[in-house]
């Protein structure tokens, strides 16, 4: 007998606004469990920070979202969506953007074509077609080239899109990788350390983009951030980890008076 094999079903994007529901995720390295049965949920269009003292988890958490890291157990949805296991190409199609604590521009690259590779995945012409300059490819690139700076001008980039990114300042071109991230038209956005080594203007003016892209893009975003005075003012949720628990959650003012994590931040002084 013939066995026909089936080719394990490819997931689909959700197309109505979702939920990032993170549960009971475990994460165990050689001996050491560095998330131990977290659940949170990044409710649509809020902005969801996951703070804690220094290694009670928040980057295997990110990793972990982001497709970096497999989770020992438990899962990973947005919306119906599995995103467990998925490697962070597809995570990265199904909706779900990340920039990086260390920049990743090319060096050369000017801001317009930094941003166009967070366009990557939503091209339609293949290479040959670019290459041809067929008229149809000519077309595409020009709307994406729009796109690009509408997201430019959304971030206050629109008079540098033309400069070597790698040439900014280090804020603007954290700007730069955040509107890479915004190209690809995301649902979540998952910000880490988004403000760390900034001067005090540059953290306002990021913090005032991020509130903007939630607030007039609808985009949800999983913060990860040490600079307390920023997750306070932009977080509507937040998740505390400590020694990868989930200790508590809440809103910024019911997380903050927290007596566990009072303790937990106070412990870490120690
Ligand atoms: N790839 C890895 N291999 C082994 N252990 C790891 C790995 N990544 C993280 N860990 C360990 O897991 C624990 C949680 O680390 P993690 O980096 O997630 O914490 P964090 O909250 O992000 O810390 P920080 O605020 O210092 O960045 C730590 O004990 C860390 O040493």
């Avoid at 997931?11 to 993170?22: E, G, K, Q, R, S």
């Avoid at 366009?119 to 040959?128: A, E, M, Q, V």
């Avoid at 077609?129 to 067929?134: K, M, Q, R, S």
């Amino acid at each position: 007998m013939v066995r026909v094999k089936t080719a394990p079903a490819t997931p689909t994007a959700p197309t109505a606004p979702a939920a990032l529901a993170v549960r009971d995720v475990t994460v165990r390295f050689a001996g050491l469990t560095a998330l131990d049965g977290v659940s949170f949920t990044v409710e649509p269009g809020s902005v969801h920070a996951v703070i804690g003292p220094n290694g009670a988890g928040k980057s295997t958490c990110f990793n972990v979202l982001s497709g970096v890291y497999r989770a020992t157990s438990g899962a990973v949805h947005l919306g119906d969506t599995e995103l467990t296991g998925l490697a962070p190409h597809q995570i990265a199609a199904l909706g779900v953007a990340r920039t990086f604590q260390n920049l990743a521009l090319p060096p050369h690259a000017t801001v317009a074509e930094s941003m166009l590779l967070g366009r990557h995945r939503l091209t339609r012409s293949g290479f040959l077609a670019t290459g041809l300059w067929l008229p149809s490819a000519a077309r595409e690139a020009r709307l994406h080239l729009e796109r690009v700076r509408e997201i430019a001008e959304f971030i206050g980039l629109e008079k540098e899109l033309d400069h070597p990114a790698g040439a900014l300042p280090y804020g603007k071109q954290k700007l730069v990788e955040l509107g890479r991230a915004l190209c690809m038209e995301p649902q979540v956005l998952l910000l880490d350390e988004p403000v760390a080594g900034m001067t005090a203007d540059e953290r306002r003016r990021v913090a005032a983009v991020v509130a903007g892209v939630r607030d007039s893009l609808g985009i949800s975003i999983v913060l990860v951030e040490h600079d307390m005075g920023v997750v306070m003012r932009l977080a509507d949720a937040v998740t505390v980890l400590d020694f990868g628990r989930r200790i508590a959650g809440g809103s910024p003012a019911e997380v903050q008076n927290d007596p566990a994590v009072v303790r937990a931040y106070l412990g870490a002084q120690e």
